[in-house]
């Protein structure tokens, strides 16, 4: 079975520009967690969707944003790119919303020039 | 500000070994516990989940759980020289959030 699969592996981009990340879970699971992870340090839970509405959210800013589709993959969106918005991008897949365990995706890593 | 504490190492065992690892947490809501193991430039790999105090154990991995002094820890026997990676300790919170503290790295010596 495949896991959770994100687009795309790497991305560059420049200041002030918009940003998508994609993301599909395991199949099956119907529950798409995302984070920010900065070198050196954990990852930062930004969004979690549920059966398509969001459930949860993190410390950061309107310009993060997120939505989940029928088929339960999900999207991230990150506006007015800043500099400190370079990180690994991480989506978890989970079978529900509560205390289930998180499976991670192979991230996508952002570059802002 | 809910917190989840590790020592940032680097942690070096011999190989062989056991190499200890410690995690405090601050939310005593929290009823679920993770550790994730990842190595340099990839993304977490789920090690193992406890939820309820004591040990479990899963192959050369044992968790423990002390929820009465918001700790836990992971025990890796035998440890070998792939087992060298960040570790990472993941406290998921009452509003179903994982929390993750910033890693403790392990060098495991040849």
């Known amino acids: 079975d495949a896991g959770v699969t994100q687009s795309p592996t790497h991305l560059i981009k420049t200041r002030g520009q918009h940003v998508t990340l994609r993301c599909s879970p395991i199949s099956g699971h119907k529950s798409v967690s995302w984070y920010q992870q900065v070198l050196g340090q954990g990852p930062q839970f930004i969004f979690q969707y549920y059966e398509k509405e969001e459930r949860g959210r993190g410390n950061f800013p309107d310009r993060f944003s997120a939505r989940q589709f029928p088929n339960y993959s999900s999207e991230l969106n990150v506006n007015a790119l800043l500099l400190g918005d370079s990180a690994l991008y991480l989506c978890a897949s989970s079978s529900r919303a509560g205390g289930e365990t998180q499976y991670f995706g192979p991230g996508t890593r952002l570059l802002v020039l | 500000q809910k917190e989840v504490e590790q020592n940032s190492g680097p942690l070096s065992v011999p190989e062989g070994a056991i190499a200890s690892l410690n995690c405090t947490y601050s939310?005593?809501?929290?009823?679920?516990f993770f550790w994730y193991r990842q190595y340099s430039g990839k993304s977490p790999e789920l090690i193992m989940s406890i939820y309820s105090n004591g040990d479990k154990e899963d192959g050369r991995f044992t968790a423990q759980l002390n929820k009465a002094s918001q700790y836990v820890s992971l025990l890796i026997r035998d440890s070998q020289p792939s087992d060298s990676a960040t570790y990472l300790c993941?406290?998921?919170?009452?509003?179903?959030?994982?929390?993750f503290g910033s890693g403790t790295r392990l060098l495991v010596r040849p």
């Open positions: 939310d005593r809501g929290s009823q679920s």
């Open positions: 993941a406290v998921m919170d009452s509003s179903y959030k994982l929390i």
